[in-house]
Protein backbone atom coordinates (compact mmCIF):
# COMPACT_ATOMS: atom_id res chain seq x y z
CA UNK A 1 0.00 0.00 0.00
CA UNK A 2 1.74 3.04 -1.05
CA UNK A 3 -0.39 5.83 1.42
CA UNK A 4 0.93 3.34 4.26
CA UNK A 5 4.30 3.55 2.99
CA UNK A 6 4.55 7.18 2.31
CA UNK A 7 3.68 7.63 6.36
CA UNK A 8 5.37 4.56 7.35
CA UNK A 9 8.40 6.24 5.36
CA UNK A 10 7.83 10.12 7.08
CA UNK A 11 7.71 9.05 10.69
CA UNK A 12 10.84 6.62 10.09
CA UNK A 13 12.58 9.89 8.68
CA UNK A 14 11.72 12.31 11.73
CA UNK A 15 13.12 9.84 14.09
CA UNK A 16 15.95 9.47 12.21
CA UNK A 17 16.39 12.94 12.27
CA UNK A 18 15.48 12.71 15.77
CA UNK A 19 18.35 10.30 16.16
CA UNK A 20 20.91 12.11 14.44
CA UNK A 21 20.39 15.56 16.13
CA UNK A 22 20.37 13.48 20.10
CA UNK A 23 23.53 12.04 18.59
CA UNK A 24 25.02 15.56 18.04
CA UNK A 25 23.61 17.01 21.52
CA UNK A 26 24.81 14.01 23.28
CA UNK A 27 28.39 14.50 21.58
CA UNK A 28 28.88 17.72 23.44
CA UNK A 29 27.16 17.54 26.62
CA UNK A 30 26.64 13.58 27.77
CA UNK A 31 28.83 12.42 29.99
CA UNK A 32 30.87 9.39 28.51
CA UNK A 33 30.57 7.26 31.35
CA UNK A 34 27.12 6.86 30.19
CA UNK A 35 27.19 6.95 26.35
CA UNK A 36 30.49 5.38 26.12
CA UNK A 37 32.53 7.44 23.76
CA UNK A 38 33.98 11.08 24.28
CA UNK A 39 32.32 13.27 22.28
CA UNK A 40 34.61 14.97 19.54
CA UNK A 41 32.64 16.68 16.88
CA UNK A 42 33.82 20.16 17.80
CA UNK A 43 37.59 19.04 17.16
CA UNK A 44 36.69 17.14 14.29
CA UNK A 45 34.60 20.04 12.34
CA UNK A 46 31.45 18.35 12.39
CA UNK A 47 28.46 20.05 10.39
CA UNK A 48 26.01 18.98 13.86
CA UNK A 49 22.71 20.78 14.95
CA UNK A 50 24.49 22.52 17.77
CA UNK A 51 26.91 23.92 15.46
CA UNK A 52 24.54 24.73 12.79
CA UNK A 53 22.20 26.40 15.39
CA UNK A 54 24.83 28.14 16.75
CA UNK A 55 25.53 30.05 13.37
CA UNK A 56 22.21 30.61 13.05
CA UNK A 57 21.59 32.64 15.95
CA UNK A 58 25.39 33.85 16.83
CA UNK A 59 26.84 37.51 16.68
CA UNK A 60 29.31 38.74 14.49
CA UNK A 61 31.89 38.51 17.52
CA UNK A 62 30.83 34.96 18.08
CA UNK A 63 31.05 33.40 14.55
CA UNK A 64 34.93 34.68 14.42
CA UNK A 65 35.15 33.26 17.86
CA UNK A 66 33.82 29.70 15.72
CA UNK A 67 35.98 30.55 12.67
CA UNK A 68 38.67 30.68 15.31
CA UNK A 69 37.93 27.76 17.37
CA UNK A 70 35.90 25.14 15.34
CA UNK A 71 37.71 22.18 14.17
CA UNK A 72 40.82 22.15 16.91
CA UNK A 73 41.68 19.87 19.05
CA UNK A 74 43.15 22.12 21.74
CA UNK A 75 41.04 22.08 24.67
CA UNK A 76 40.66 26.02 24.86
CA UNK A 77 39.31 26.06 21.64
CA UNK A 78 37.16 23.30 22.59
CA UNK A 79 36.11 25.11 25.89
CA UNK A 80 35.41 28.74 23.62
CA UNK A 81 32.93 26.61 21.48
CA UNK A 82 31.00 25.49 24.29
CA UNK A 83 30.97 29.08 25.74
CA UNK A 84 29.18 29.87 22.57
CA UNK A 85 26.61 26.85 23.23
CA UNK A 86 26.27 27.98 26.58
CA UNK A 87 25.32 31.54 25.48
CA UNK A 88 23.39 30.63 22.96
CA UNK A 89 21.71 28.39 25.28
CA UNK A 90 22.20 25.33 22.34
CA UNK A 91 21.41 23.32 25.47
CA UNK A 92 18.28 24.42 26.19
CA UNK A 93 17.21 24.68 22.53
CA UNK A 94 17.65 20.77 21.75
CA UNK A 95 15.31 20.11 24.74
CA UNK A 96 12.71 22.21 23.36
CA UNK A 97 13.39 20.62 20.16
CA UNK A 98 13.16 16.87 21.67
CA UNK A 99 9.87 17.59 23.79
CA UNK A 100 8.48 19.10 20.47
CA UNK A 101 9.87 15.86 18.23
CA UNK A 102 8.66 13.23 20.53
CA UNK A 103 4.98 15.03 20.65
CA UNK A 104 4.79 15.27 16.67
CA UNK A 105 6.15 11.24 16.41
CA UNK A 106 3.57 10.06 19.47
CA UNK A 107 0.95 11.99 17.19
CA UNK A 108 1.86 10.61 13.67
CA UNK A 109 2.10 6.96 14.87
CA UNK A 110 -1.18 7.22 16.81
CA UNK A 111 -2.88 8.60 14.10
CA UNK A 112 -2.32 5.25 12.19
CA UNK A 113 -4.53 2.08 12.81
CA UNK A 114 -2.33 0.31 10.46
CA UNK A 115 0.33 0.76 12.29
Known amino acids: ?14 MGQYF ?3 DDYLDAFG ?8 G ?3 EDNKCSWLIC ?4 EASEAQKETIKANYGKKEKECVAAIKQIYKEIKVEERFKEYEA ?6 VAAIDAQSAL
Not at 1 to 14: G, Q, R, S, T, Y
Not at 53 to 56: G, P
Request: glycine fraction near 2%.
Open 20 to 22: QIQ
Open 1 to 14: DPAAFKVAEDILVE
Open 31 to 38: DPETIGKI
Open 53 to 56: TCLK
Open 40 to 42: TDI
Open 100 to 105: ESYKKL
